[in-house]
C-alpha cells in the first residue's frame, strides 16, 4: 500500500539517501516501495547530536536510511551503552529500543528515541 506524504512549501524529505524539496506551494504525493522515509523535522544532523539520545538517534537513523545496520551496529552499541549510563531510570524503553534494532525495526526504534530525546529536552531546559 502506498504512502501518502503531504509537503508544506519547502518542507523537506529524506527518502533513502536522497532529500527532496518541496517547491512553494503544499503538495501530496505517493511512495510505493520500501524506501526508508523521514521528514526533515525527524532528522538529525551530526551538530544537533549533542546528547547521549541523540547520538543514539544519528546512529540508528543512518542505519535506516542507508538500510545498513551491520555497518553501524559497532556505533550503535556504544550509543546505547552510554545512554543505559546516563539514562538508567529509562531502561524499559532503552530495552525496546534495543529489541527493535535487533529485529530489523529501525523507524520503531526511532519513534522510541524520540520520546527519550524529549525527555532530555525537558530536563535541559528546567
Known amino acids: 500500500m502506498p504512502l501518502r ?3 508544506k512549501p519547502f518542507e523537506r524529505i529524506v527518502i533513502g539517501e536522497t532529500v527532496l524539496i518541496n517547491s512553494g506551494t503544499r503538495t501530496s504525493f505517493l ?3 520500501e524506501a526508508p522515509i523521514l521528514r526533515e523535522r525527524d532528522t538529525v544532523t551530526a551538530e544537533t547530536a ?3 539520545a541523540r547520538r543514539l ?3 540508528v537513523q543512518t542505519m535506516y536510511l542507508k538500510s545498513d545496520i551491520a555497518k553501524y551496529l559497532p556505533a550503535y ?5 552510554d545512554l543505559r549510563n546516563s539514562s538508567p531510570g529509562d531502561r524499559l524503553a532503552i530495552d ?3 529489541a527493535h534494532v535487533s529485529s530489523g525495526a529501525l523507524y520503531k526504534a526511532l519513534k522510541e528515541i524520540r520520546k527519550l530525546m524529549k525527555r532530555e529536552d525537558a530536563l535541559l531546559a528546567a
Open 5 to 7: 506524504v503531504e509537503l
Open 31 to 33: 511512495v510505493d516501495g
Open 50 to 52: 549533542n546528547t547521549p
Open 57 to 59: 538517534y544519528l546512529c
Open 77 to 81: 552499541q556504544g550509543f546505547l551503552r
Open 96 to 98: 525496546a529500543i534495543s
